[in-house]
T-cell receptor
């Protein structure tokens, strides 16, 4: 059973607000990922991390930023939310030398 | 680069019908192949995987065989249920070309099973 958590599950917020989406995993995985899922279901990798103090941009450019100060925690921050940021955000983790990524339940963000 | 092409949906079936969702891939090296499923309102779950040619992954009545000669990994189930209604993603992962454990996903196929 995968133990990866995301909060909040749903967030409705006004333009210009700063937001942080939380992601935590209790499996001790070294790798973590953020995906953006558009309404057409397609997944886009926006950030990933290979371990503490390691973060990289993904395949899709994003105005969000991430940090990895602790192994289990990989928060995503938007300094100034805009309607174009409205989407579902999925966090995932995996262990080095294994194939499987485990996904959290997602955060559905709506920016008005 | 790596890419995954899967059958466009939506797919609508009656309960107990046979399911096939096609998936083909382009990759450098020797990829591992996956099917993930996303139920409504949830994140993705690994459904099955295969790590080398001719391997068959199976789970919950679903099967897919890694076909290197046709670069395919089609998902099949002999008799679908209403509870199988979900979005299905085909994905691959390689260790070469700097991919560094990242997954490449197809665009997803929405399956709806009617009673």
């Amino acid at each position: 059973e995968a133990d990866i958590y995301q909060t909040p599950r749903y967030l409705v917020i006004g333009t210009g607000k700063k937001i942080t989406l939380e992601c935590s995993q209790t499996m001790g995985h070294d790798k973590m990922y953020w995906y953006q899922q558009d309404p057409g279901m397609e997944l886009h990798l926006i950030h990933y991390s290979y371990g503490v103090n390691s973060t990289e941009k993904g395949d899709l450019s994003s105005e969000s930023t991430v940090s990895r100060i602790r192994t289990e925690h990989f928060p995503l921050t938007l300094e100034s939310a805009r309607p174009s940021h409205t989407s579902q955000y999925l966090c995932a983790s995996s262990q080095t030398y294994t194939d499987t990524q485990y996904f959290g339940p997602g955060t559905r963000l709506t920016v008005l | 680069g790596n890419s995954v092409t899967q059958m466009e949906g939506p797919v609508t079936l009656s309960e107990e019908a046979f399911l096939t969702i096609n998936c083909t891939y382009t990759a450098t090296g020797y990829p591992s192949l996956f099917w993930y499923v996303q139920y409504p309102g949830e994140g993705l779950q690994l459904l099955l995987k295969a790590t080398k040619a001719d391997d068959k992954g199976s789970n919950k009545g679903f099967e897919a065989t890694y076909r290197k000669e046709t670069t395919s990994f089609h998902l099949e189930k002999g008799s679908v249920q209403v509870s199988d209604s979900a979005v299905y993603f085909c994905a691959l992962r390689t260790n070469s070309g700097g991919s560094n454990y990242k997954l490449t996903f197809g665009k997803g196929t929405l399956l709806t099973v009617n009673p």
